[in-house]
């Protein structure tokens, strides 16, 4: 391996987390001599937790780190990752992914497989045609699901019906951010919620973005997921608790840092179930006939601990007991 640095009701959650984690060993059937080599990108730093839900799904198909397969990885923010990426012009990378925004700095890719996990719109985003058909050399799976930002508002609601205005926070940069927009405030709407939109656009505008979802005078906070968003997820569920406001987050590791409450897709298990395309992509399938994955199943996620600094007794709450996990 290569690091490079350039910069209750338990019972659903375990089903999911074991199906995810359940995939059968493949024998491995390809030429035993070839060594295959994926060259990974991310703004993450280890412990990444994708990265190693992506190796547990490698190993399952059959890969193994030092015998068949070599990882190397590259974490820093997408400029700098635009630097490394003329290394895959070197022409011994078999497969490139890539996760969340740093799939920006991969754009310009043309001759080599990339995939790619994104909680945005890859149409939006130019890497594919279509999600059924993407038809180039990209494909991979997105979390995008504007179902999702409906279901959000409502959970929140459920857990503090006096809910009449919500701050929406948002990073602007983010493919795709404008149809979840407009999809949280119809669902906001149809339950006679007042939304303040929030926008803050990348790293250098988290501070004064928090700032003015301080002054929005909300009575709850609904927090778009993005890795920019994730990689801050202590500090804005802090904010959250700091100034009183229930909070809402798109994953379950907004909660463990501290959000009250989350919705969505089970990161890790889809970082798992990428590596079954990266199998199919070494054994020569195309990217361009593979469709970008959508989640079908979600998580909901209670920080009780949380609820309670707010004072907010979700013994009295149907959610709790919908949870898929629950953080005592």
Not at 4 to 27: C, D, Y
Not at 206 to 234: C, E, Q
Request: hydrophobic share 45%; aromatic share 8%.
């Amino acid at each position: 391996m290569q690091v490079i640095f350039v910069g209750m009701k338990r019972r659903e959650f375990m089903a999911l987390a074991g199906a995810a984690m359940a995939w059968p060993v493949t024998a491995f059937a390809q030429d035993s001599a070839k060594v295959y080599r994926i060259f990974w990108v991310s703004i993450q730093s280890q412990p990444d937790p994708f990265l190693d839900g992506f190796r547990e799904g490698l190993r399952a198909r059959g890969y193994i780190e030092g015998r068949n397969l070599t990882l190397e990885l590259h974490f820093g923010n997408p400029q700098a990752l635009r630097e490394v990426v003329a290394e895959l012009r070197r022409g011994n990378i078999d497969l490139a992914v890539s996760s969340g925004p740093a799939t920006r700095a991969l754009t310009e890719v043309k001759d080599i497989p990339v995939l790619f996990a994104l909680s945005g719109d890859p149409v939006a985003l130019g890497l594919v045609s279509s999600l059924g058909q993407p038809g180039g050399n990209f494909t991979g799976s997105t979390f995008l699901s504007l179902e999702l930002a409906g279901k959000r508002v409502e959970l929140l609601k459920e857990v503090v019906p006096t809910l009449r205005r919500l701050a929406v926070f948002s990073n602007s940069n983010h493919p795709g951010e404008q149809s979840e927009w407009r999809a949280t405030r119809e669902a906001a709407t149809k339950l006679g919620i007042e939304t303040v939109y929030v926008p803050f656009a990348g790293p250098n505008e988290l501070d004064s973005g928090l700032a003015a979802a301080g002054k929005a005078r909300a009575d709850a906070l609904l927090v778009f997921p993005d890795v920019l968003t994730m990689v801050h997820r202590n500090k804005i569920a802090q904010f959250a608790i700091a100034h009183r406001l229930p909070s809402m987050f798109g994953w379950s590791e907004y909660c463990e840092a501290g959000g009250m409450l989350s919705y969505g897709a089970n990161q890790r298990a889809t970082y798992f179930g990428l590596a079954t395309y990266a199998d199919r992509i070494l054994r020569g399938e195309k990217p361009a006939n593979l469709p970008v994955v959508q989640p079908t199943k979600f998580e909901l996620v209670v920080n009780l601990r949380t609820a309670e600094q707010l004072g907010i007794d979700l013994d009295k709450s149907s959610v709790l007991f919908r949870a898929n996990r629950v953080i005592e």
